[in-house]
């Protein structure tokens, strides 16, 4: 059973990977967007539009151990329209990867076969209006927070991490079978979401480029079990609240939300013949609450989000604890200023930290307040070209995730990119861990 579910959602991504091979052109392109329209159609009386994106991704991996680890081409097609009663949309999204062909040794089987075709429903869902209230049901984004380059009060998204933080978090974010409700009060805006059955993160099979524990982070011969996931109970859904006001220009929210956490715990479940541990991805329950600002001072765009969390473990070097992790609170804020600079440039400055609550445990690894920061600078170069360069880092470890990276756009609806993801550090720190992980890539997309 489970292998025919497979190979239907394999089949559905070349599908929707051909009909993108073979959907009209236009000359509408929005960088910022995930797709772009293409324009509409009637069909009995509404207007139909369809939008989407083919895109190829090239990269070789030239520390560690020299290889091609990529050579993905991914599509999307998205429909949407409305009637009188309601709106609608629904987009399909495929990929086939070649660098498993290319690569035949580097890669576990296991890896291949989760890897090289992909499909999935991105979204589908219908929206309806009633005065000052929405409702909309099904497959959606929901997204509560956005900085550069960073998750932090986004927390209701499910995310694809089998490529780190690295793509777009348009094509990252994996949307929630949901339903919400929200309700506009003038300046004031609430709203509510219940996911009866979530979504998780993606994050891969053991072996794959950037799974969440790498080989210098474990002993040699630590055994992976497959990823247990919540049983799908209504018991195990997911539901929160939003307010958001704007007073004064300033942009405000909170929110609470209680969830199954999208990211998966590591549990230790013992030991093996070669007494290295025996772990396992499991989901826990988690309450956060949180809130977002933001404020246009005319120079400047100043933004800020913080997130408390409780329930969730961490992975501790203790022998004698229970499934080898700990319980921490812990609050994560960030502060980030935006400057517009360059002739249509920006510099975006960021300072981030998460600081542990409760008696915190120094075995886990982690410092009592762990601090980092970030810098974005963007500038034109003319004639289509421009520059984007990205540095993360973590102040504790002093690792650090260095993007540097040259667009071409050649036409509106067509953009090249070539660029760096270096990646430096103590194994320990987030971006360390995958010192040995550090490529140059191509990305070429084609917008209709």
Known sequence: MAGGCIKKIRAAGLVCLAAGLFAPPSAVWAQQAESAEVGSLEADGSAVR????????MARTYAGAD??????????????????????KTSVWGEVDGVYAIDHGYYSDEVRRDQQTRGMLREAYLEFSAGDAELRFGRQHIVWGEMVGLFFADVVSARDMKTFYLPEFGQMRIPQWAARAQYFMGETNAEFIWIPVPTYDDIGRPGGEFYPIQPGRVPTGTQFLGEQKPSGRLADGNWGGRLSRMIDSWDLSAFYYRSMDV???FYRLGFNDQMAPVLQARHLRIAQTGGTLTKDFGDFVLKSEVVHTRGR????QDMFAPFGLVGEETL????????PAFDDGR???????????????????????EQGGSLFLS???????ETETLLV????RTDYMFRPKLIWTPKPNWRVSFGLDIFGGKPQGVFGTYDAHDRIYAQVRWAY
Do not use: C
């Not at 369809?50 to 991704?57: A, K, P, V």
């Not at 473990?313 to 501790?316: G, M, R, S």
């Not at 500038?379 to 070209?385: A, I, T, V």
């Open 393 to 396: 880092t973590g102040f504790n």
């Open 379 to 385: 500038s034109k170069l003319g004639r289509g070209w």
């Open 50 to 57: 369809s939008s989407g994106f083919i895109q190829y991704d």
């Open 67 to 88: 290889h091609w680890s990529m050579a993905r081409l991914r599509s999307e097609v998205a429909l949407q329209g409305s009637t009188p009663a309601f709106k609608w």
């Open 347 to 369: 510099i975006n400055v960021q300072y981030f930290a998460r600081r542990f609550l409760s008696r915190h445990d120094l075995l886990t690894g982690y410092d009592k307040v």
């Open 263 to 265: 990211a998966p715990t």
């Open 332 to 339: 994560d804020y960030i502060f980030g200023v935006d400057i």
């Open 313 to 316: 473990q961490f992975n501790t």
